[in-house]
């Protein structure tokens, strides 16, 4: 026998709500991996589908026997939904690393420990006096609550209001999304305002006996689909995420599928200086960013101001947004630029995605204002230095050109009135203006060569095929050149083949016109027996490293009376690694090591034709590359000894990689 009453219908859509949600989450579960959040959803869905059932057996059974078995099968589900409950409030704030062990045991002991006891209810601890009373034609079921009885359902009000209030408070004053995490913690609430009002003795048609909880509980469930579908609960990192995003200096941003932000941290409202981000258009803030809709980002060519309200269209932003490939894959973009507020940003995006479906967007922010102030001043420097250039080009060399043209007229008209130049007068003319125009020359190579490098100036470079194209420009048919292992290389291509060809030059001069020149890569970061300086330090005995940590390069004379080294470079890189380098060096009468830091010095020479300039260029080529420069002695290709004679040249730089 049974009878109806109209909560029924209530308790009934309740089970098929919580059904149909535990296995949305479920299918959440497999698609898309492990979430404690989903997890905690499907869970309370599971113990509210199982308490409306109970109660719905429950308020429809007229015997006494068995109401009460299915008044304790409702325990199944309510001293469970409690537990669920702070899991997923704790979870949903990202304040997973409270629920440690002990507070675990207890979420779990609980329940536990709480649901036989009522089941079995020995010696009646749990529930006293079990009778049926007639209310308004209905028989409902009353009994006793002896203290035990009465401590549980505290603990399971108690833990209901914490989760409630923990997201709640997380929406107000924390980093939570204020609207859904409002929404929730009301949804969360709701039980406990269904025991508030049995408390109050508020009760509906039926008295006393019907059993509101369960159908308040339901309508937490409709409450929690409603906002997965508006605020996607499940796409959108919904909060917490103050453990990184919170506290790092890029600004994060979170848009949703129509352009609204949905999160931001302090560091986005700090650079965009907005007080308040969420529930604002991006297109709002950074105008021409993105607008309702939009998941891609504008492209553009140059920077604009951004936020004084005018419009920033695509030629305002630099930068191209992240794209979309056919497989679904985001591909590597751009960043967009722009300035606010005299700050230079850079922001990049990148798309959140459902399986193939994008739903959001999250904007990174970043305060490159330092980067581009010293990118102007490095622009400055350069043009400061082309005008230095210009002078020795045009200012000195064209009157150099003058003199010795007329030194040319004044030598042939001698001859034919003498027959001779008897004093050498004229010969020691020439040689000092020919000294004159080497100096010129060296100094235009040395102004170029210490021009600093922005990353754009830099590109892969093989270094076999740089020291073949350098070689080719060396005027020395009886020498040799071996590459013995090459690498590619992360530089200026123009600037290495001027390093290389300068050193070949160097050990040509030094070492005899038939010298043995070896070019390699140097496998891993540590040097030969000779070892590499370290940064702002002293060379050991046998080897020196250029001033700075740099290496000469590029030139048509020889520096310091060396004989061309090796070049062991950092950043260059074999099999793309960043350790290693690349080293030149040769056959010829070596350097000594007392004399190894003066021949980095510009302007010694040990040749009286030299000027001295030679390694100063290699030098410079160096440091605007950033590698460190060593100057050993050659290496035995079957042991670590070095060899008798020769120099060796190495360059390193571990913070650049292979291209």
């Not at 035990?148 to 709640?168: H, I, K, P, Q, S």
């Not at 305002?316 to 985001?330: P, R, S």
Request: net charge negative; hydrophobic share 40%; proline share 6%.
């Amino acid at each position: 026998m049974s009878q109806y009453h109209p909560i029924l219908f209530f308790l009934q859509l309740g089970v098929l709500v919580s059904l149909g949600l535990a296995g949305y989450c479920a299918h959440r579960l497999r698609r898309h991996g492990r979430s404690l959040v989903v997890l905690s959803v499907g869970l309370l869905a599971v113990s509210i589908a199982i308490y409306n059932g109970a109660a719905a057996m429950k308020t429809a059974s007229l015997a006494l026997p068995g109401k009460l078995w299915w008044y304790k099968l409702e325990f199944l589900g309510s001293l469970a939904l409690p537990s669920v409950a702070v899991t997923l409030a704790l979870a949903y704030v990202g304040q997973e690393r409270w629920l440690t062990r002990p507070v675990l045991a207890v979420l779990v002991g609980i329940p536990a420990v709480a649901v036989p006891l009522i089941i079995a209810n020995p010696g009646s601890v749990m529930i006293t006096e079990p009778t049926l009373v007639e209310t308004g034609g209905f028989w409902a079921l009353e009994h006793g609550h002896p203290p035990l009885f009465v401590m549980v359902a505290a603990w399971g009000e108690g833990a209901t209001l914490l989760a409630a209030l923990v997201v709640g408070s997380s929406g107000l004053f924390g980093n939570a999304r204020r609207a859904p995490a409002l929404i929730l913690g009301a949804a969360l609430g709701l039980p406990y305002g269904a025991l508030m009002l049995k408390t109050l003795q508020v009760y509906p048609p039926g008295g006393e006996g019907i059993n509101i909880v369960p159908a308040f509980a339901s309508g937490m469930l409709v409450i929690v689909a409603l906002a997965i579908a508006r605020y996607r609960l499940f796409d959108l990192l919904p909060v917490g995420r103050s453990k990184a995003f919170g506290v790092m200096d890029d600004g994060y941003m979170l848009a949703d599928a129509t352009g609204t932000i949905v999160d931001a941290n302090e560091a986005a409202r700090t650079l965009l200086g907005e007080e308040r981000l969420t529930a604002r258009p991006v297109e709002a803030v950074v105008p021409g960013l993105g607008g309702p809709g939009r998941t891609d980002d504008p492209t553009g060519a140059t920077g604009g101001p951004v936020g004084t309200g005018d419009p920033v269209g695509a030629g305002d932003l630099v930068g191209a947004g992240d794209l979309v490939g056919a497989d679904g894959q985001e591909e590597a973009a751009n960043p967009v630029t722009a300035t606010v507020e005299g700050r230079t940003l850079q922001m990049r995006s990148s798309s959140v995605r459902d399986g193939r479906k994008a739903v959001g967007r999250v904007f990174m922010l970043r305060d490159i204002t330092p980067l581009r102030e010293r990118e102007q001043a490095l622009k400055e420097e350069n043009e400061r230095l082309d005008r230095f250039a210009s002078v020795l080009s045009h200012d000195l060399r064209n009157p150099l050109n003058v003199a010795q043209g007329r030194l040319q007229l004044a030598k042939e008209q001698l001859t034919k009135e003498v027959g001779s130049d008897p004093e050498g007068h004229v010969t020691s003319a020439e040689r000092a203006l020919r000294r004159m125009n080497e100096i010129i020359e060296d100094m235009l190579l040395l102004t170029w060569s210490e021009q600093e490098l922005s990353p754009g100036d830099l590109g892969p470079v093989d270094l076999e095929a740089a020291a073949r194209a350098a070689w080719d420009h060396v005027d020395a048919p009886k020498a040799t050149l071996e590459v013995e292992s090459s690498t590619r290389l992360r530089g200026h291509e123009g600037r290495l083949q001027r390093l290389l060809e300068n050193l070949f030059r160097n050990a040509i001069e030094h070492g005899g016109k038939a010298v043995s020149v070896t070019v390699g890569a140097l496998p891993d970061v540590q040097s030969p027996p000779g070892v590499q300086s370290p940064p702002g330090g002293q060379s050991p005995p046998g080897e020196q490293s250029l001033p700075g940590g740099q290496l000469p390069s590029k030139g048509t004379s020889s520096s310091g009376g060396l004989s061309s080294g090796g070049l062991s470079s950092g950043g260059l890189s074999s099999g793309g690694s960043s350790s290693g380098g690349f080293f030149v060096e040769d056959d010829g009468p070596g350097i000594p090591v007392e004399r190894r830091e003066k021949v980095l010095e510009g302007g010694y020479s040990s040749r009286e034709k030299g000027t001295g300039l030679g390694l100063s260029i290699v030098q410079g080529i160096a440091a605007a590359h950033g590698w460190s420069t060593l100057i050993t002695d050659p290496v035995s290709e079957s042991s670590t000894e070095s060899q008798a004679g020769g120099a060796r040249f190495e360059f390193r730089s571990d913070g650049m990689q292979g291209g």
